[in-house]
């Protein structure tokens, strides 16, 4: 009976830590900062920048990209695209835009050094043609609407900020990217919370696809020089900036860029391991984030499934109807939490009903990361295979 009771309030308990989870993600969407599009349309001079993009077999996407960089209402700018080692045309479609457009310099990477990553090394031999006083890095993937420089850099001046990462809205098409995409995120947030990552007494840090530095900043910490040899080269810059007492944000964004993501469910699964390893790291944040997932989203059913099984076949749990009460709750608040995490991807909110379909996923895209963990293995992205990762 004693282990009964103390159980059931173990439980409640953890409930009661689910809807202060619901409160933080809530408190999470309130706090961040407001980029109205008329935020960088008044002010003092803007600062020269240097719009870094890193690209490898980016083809059918990477013209969207570029134009969309060069549509910026910003007054001055360069857009360096760096090629490491495409196989496919993107040679061919940059080198075109580079032809009419004098705002574009192109930078061919043709072999990457053994040890190294190759979008780090790509980007640390672009350091010759910099010539701003900002520098931004942006991913192939994104697409910045038409004010996100003038936005982003009115920010940096008036938080006096060195460095800024910034994500955006998801842009997603594929029924399986709608549904795992938006949760995966949010397995990300509860680890690296933008608030901690902001705060200069934390040393939590973690990167973003779209990042700007105060040029003077970048070259202090060596630039992608020292991060080199890192396999999440941008959260190891935001480590290093940290550490050297510089000042930096993390934000979220939705109304300065989209960025598109996997697509199918094969390339999704395969692109949120390679993250999932490069962002947990260790085996107990691993199983940390597995025995999470599994409470938040899993659990309820598991209970409810365990219930039913037990009344099929004859057997007598005590307190039935409380824990089949409970199960209930701890369901419901698990499809709120939810649809908080999609309504502010941008998604369906209804897509929270399938969320025990998405967490039984990510929990697979976990076990596959736990895998490579264990066995410090190889992992294949874009065509090259690397070994196990360093930070």
């Not at 077999?57 to 060069?70: G, M, N, R, T, Y």
């Not at 350091?127 to 910045?144: A, E, K, N, Q, Y």
């Not at 938040?296 to 089949?324: K, S, Y």
Request: proline fraction near 6%; include cysteine.
């Amino acid at each position: 009976m004693y282990i009964a009771w103390a159980i059931a309030i173990l439980y409640g308990l953890a409930l009661l830590s689910l809807c202060k989870s619901i409160w933080r993600t809530m408190r999470l969407v309130q706090d961040q900062p407001a980029f109205d599009a008329r935020a960088g349309l008044s002010g003092g001079p803007m600062p020269r920048l240097d719009v870094v993009i890193p690209v490898k077999d980016e083809e059918a996407h990477v013209a969207v990209c570029i134009e969309a960089a060069l549509a910026q209402d910003y007054p001055d700018f360069n857009v360096i695209v760096v090629n490491d080692r495409s196989t496919d045309g993107t040679g061919r479609v940059v080198s075109a835009i580079a032809e009419r457009e004098p705002r574009v310099k192109y930078v061919e990477i043709r072999e990457l050094p053994e040890g190294l990553y190759g979008k780090p090394h790509a980007i640390s031999r672009i350091t010759p043609h910099l010539s701003g006083d900002i520098v931004v890095f942006m991913d192939s993937d994104l697409r910045v609407h038409p004010n996100c420089f003038r936005a982003i850099v009115r920010h940096i001046q008036e938080t006096r900020l060195d460095w800024l990462a910034v994500m955006g809205a998801p842009e997603l098409t594929m029924f399986w990217e709608r549904l795992l995409v938006p949760l995966f995120g949010a397995v990300a947030y509860a680890w690296y919370d933008p608030r901690t990552i902001s705060d200069p007494n934390s040393d939590v840090a973690i990167g973003s696809m779209f990042m700007v530095a105060r040029r003077s900043s970048y070259d202090a910490i060596g630039g992608h020089e020292a991060v080199i040899r890192a396999y999440d080269e941008d959260s190891a810059l935001l480590r290093l900036a940290k550490k050297a007492g510089q000042r930096i944000a993390y934000v979220l964004a939705p109304q300065l860029y989209t960025v598109r993501f996997y697509g199918s469910l094969k390339r999704t699964i395969h692109g949120m391991t390679r993250t999932c390893v490069g962002g947990i790291k260790t085996m107990p944040r691993m199983l940390i984030t597995l025995g999470a997932i599994n409470f938040v989203a899993l659990l309820p059913l598991e209970i409810l499934g365990g219930l039913a099984i037990a009344n099929a076949i004859g057997t007598q749990v005590p307190w039935t109807p409380i824990w089949a009460g409970m199960a209930v709750v701890h369901f419901l608040l698990s499809v709120v939490l939810c649809r908080l995490i999609y309504d502010r991807s941008g998604e369906n909110r209804w897509l929270s009903l399938l969320h025990p379909l998405g967490a039984s996923l990510v929990l697979a895209v976990c076990l596959r990361a736990t895998r490579s963990l264990i066995s410090g293995g190889p992992i294949t992205w874009r065509g090259t295979t690397y070994q196990k990762p360093v930070s």
